[in-house]
């Protein structure tokens, strides 16, 4: 095979100690006590791309070389030597491997199962820190080197495209990006065809999310059958802050995603009114912290995965998910969210995702730099949009029905937009059309104090209006508000629980539905304050009464 390529360079961001540090001898030798030495000899493969069981390899003498394999070539992507180790995040999912490890100097390595790597994570702190900072950085290394085993095939004029996109970036996965706009990189695909997925030598035509996840294999090591003391409905911050505390203190945990982790929070640009980060963090990057976080602690994440119906007239609780088996729980934990309100316009679906945009994120900002944009909005996510895209975007405008911001805008981000020149506000605005043939070309608005109705040439608008519960598919399990929120807790009223049949002396806990066992948190619940803050704080309290449930 021929070597194409030098180790990954370093982006500046990463100190090369922080991605491949050498342990001291006192940690290598508290990693042996958790596995096995062995020897290894000049050209053996320790572990190969795609295999589905992935050891943990300490390296007390030789080297390692960490190589993607492409076809008759490689590519090295790192060498290991004596106090080195292999892995980045995948090791704590158990998910198929990337790249190949091969011995390029015989020696001696300390071989760990993943299980055992799981129990050092969780109970030597220092290993941890060390362990994890390194997986987590190694990742980002090869997401911005684009090392992986998926290749995206795609153009700006293909809703299916942005949507593929955002699926890998939000989930973190690395892949390589082929777009036939640019005549160049037309490797002999066909347009129509498009989006395309290469996935580990499969050719997928307009994939699903579920089918991309099946390809790469995001959800091979979890067994759906086995029953669980908790599921958890949904990994937006509500979601996976209970994931972290429930499994932190023992709990076996499955969260199940339709999407990808962060819900609604990962479109955020950037959050500043969140503790603990001063200078402010994205949405995506809370959220990839946290599904580490929690897959640190053995919480699993199966991605790609819709709940079509909670069967809740039965313990175990089962929940029938799109394609599997029904997953069945103890104690369940509803965090599936709220959509943003779409536009009240006919021919919406023919834009969305060529011109119609629900986040504002670094993927939507390529497609629309240095052109005029609409944002369609008054709340914190809304600003915080055009605050994110007035950075690349020549013209941001914001349209709101209402009279102004202050009634549903932080009043930093209020301020910022009105000394931002590149940002109009325009209120008492609606659309009401749009126009395009294969890309939204033009954006019809009407003038709510004076019924104008004008048309002007918008080729990218971002929606972040309102928002819908997720919660139509738990049909008659549990009491809802009249706007379709969870009812929980003290909002229950002596109707509610009549009518739900609730079968103990004891009221409902403080987050618990209508039904005992199964508790609501986040933009879900009715009455939630919907900030990332307090969905956070929901999650982790709904863990403490998940608790007493299993215990009564």
Known sequence: MTDISLPIPLTGTSPAEHVFPTLTQQQIERLASHGRVRQVR?????IEAGDEIVPFFVVRAGQLEMIQPSGAQEKIVARHGPGQF??????????????????????????????????????????????????ILRRAELITQHVGDVVLVGSNHSAGTLRIKEFLTRNGYPYT??????????????????????????????????????????????????????????????????????ASEGLDVLVLESNSPGGQAASSSKIENYLGFPTGISGRELAAAAYSQAEKFGAQVMIGRDAKHLACDRKPFKIEIDNGPAIPARSVILATGAEYRKLSVDNLAQFEGVGIYYGATF?????????????????NAAGQAALFLAQTAR?????????????SMSQYLIRRIEENPAIDLRTGTEIVGLEGTDHLEHVRIRNLRTGKITTDDIKHVFVMTGAVPSTSWLESCVALDANGFIKTGPDLTQEDLAAAHWPLVRPPHLLETSLPGVFAVGDV?????????????????????????LHE
């Open 395 to 407: 013209h941001v405008i914001m349209f709101i029905r209402s009279k102004g911001l202050a009634e």
């Open 86 to 135: 292999t892995g980045e995040i995948n090791l704590l999912s158990g998910r198929r491997a990337l790249i190949r490890a091969r011995v390029t100097k015989a020696g001696e390595v300390i071989e760990l199962k993943r299980e055992a790597l799981l129990s050092v994570v969780q109970t030597d702190s220092e290993l941890s820190e060390i362990l994890m900072r390194a997986f």
């Open 525 to 549: 619940r009715s009455g939630s304050v919907k900030r990332v803050a307090s969905a956070v704080g929901e999650g982790s309290i709904a863990v403490a009464f998940v608790h007493q449930v």
């Open 42 to 46: 000049d050209g053996e493969v320790l």
């Open 177 to 246: 990006y082929v777009d036939l706009d640019r005549g160049s990189d037309n490797q002999g695909f066909d347009a129509a065809d498009v989006p395309i997925v290469i996935c580990r030598g499969v050719t997928l035509k307009n994939p699903s999310n579920q089918e991309i996840a099946d390809c790469i294999g995001f959800n091979a090591a979890i067994d759906p059958v086995h029953v669980r003391d908790l599921v958890i409905v949904g990994a937006g911050p509500s979601g996976l802050a209970a994931a972290v505390y429930a």
């Open 363 to 379: 993927v939507e900002s390529q497609m629309c730099s240095g052109e005029e944009v609409v944002v369609v909005g008054g709340g």
